[in-house]
């Protein structure tokens, strides 16, 4: 393929990975330990990139269960501690991710993934999926001066990969991930199968992938 930009930014939970099955998985677990009915999957699927955190809150909230701010830190670790322990059971790379990652690799682009999960969970998935050396860097929330939407986390990305701005474009599932490009001054393009509960054509990208063999083919005609 034709080398159109220097570098190319991916998100990965909803972008590369479809990480949702264990998200979810880890959070019922929780809750059955809480004495509460599990979630059911289809319906909490699109929040599996809102964070440990965030998705914990707002699903105890919706149960009206009784919890501190300062409970809420500990219960976090538990969720966080199961979801260590199967991150790999049922976690899949989206179809042809690796094929399509080597053509994007070997014509020259600069890879790396900004993400808003751990440094350790990401290289971990990275490593389980055989795809660490097609990255030259890999920025996380807890690696970072400010994770996304903040656009320092692709400005050091691209910082590290010796990029301009308009020689870079960022691949995401979210609105989240359209922010931070927005942010950053770098086009970007938003995948339609992710985890954003809002349709990929009304967050704003420069275009639409909804289908990853088509990732070639797209970035060699975005200007």
């Avoid at 001066?145 to 990969?161: G, I, S, V, W, Y």
């Avoid at 199968?193 to 909804?210: E, M």
Wanted: aromatic letters at 8%; proline letters at 4%; charged letters at 20%.
């Amino acid at each position: 393929m034709r080398k159109r930009w220097d570098a190319v930014l991916f998100d990965f939970d909803g972008t590369l990975v479809d990480s949702a099955p264990d998200i979810i998985a880890a959070l019922n677990h929780l809750l059955g330990e809480l004495g509460h009915a599990h979630v059911d999957y289809h319906a909490f699927r699109t929040r599996a990139g809102d964070g440990a955190r965030n998705l914990l809150k707002q699903v105890l909230t919706r149960r009206g269960a009784s919890f501190t701010d300062a409970e809420l830190p500990g219960l976090v670790e538990r969720l966080l501690a199961h979801y260590y322990e199967i991150m790999t059971d049922n976690t899949r790379l989206y179809p042809a991710v690796p094929d399509i990652l080597a053509e994007i690799y070997q014509s020259g682009m600069a890879l790396a993934v900004c993400t808003n999960r751990t440094q350790a969970t990401t290289d971990q998935l990275l490593n389980h999926f055989g795809l660490t050396q097609m990255f030259a860097a890999v920025l996380c929330a807890d690696t970072v001066t400010a994770k996304k939407p903040d656009a320092r986390h692709l400005f050091e990305a691209m910082q590290r990969l010796g990029a301009a701005p308009e020689r870079t474009i960022m691949v995401g599932d979210t609105a989240t991930d359209v922010a931070a490009a927005r942010n950053a001054g770098i086009k970007v393009v938003a995948v339609s199968y992710g985890y954003s509960a809002r349709p990929a054509a009304d967050l704003g990208a420069d275009a639409i992938l909804t289908d990853f063999t088509k990732l070639p083919t797209l970035l060699a005609g975005l200007d």
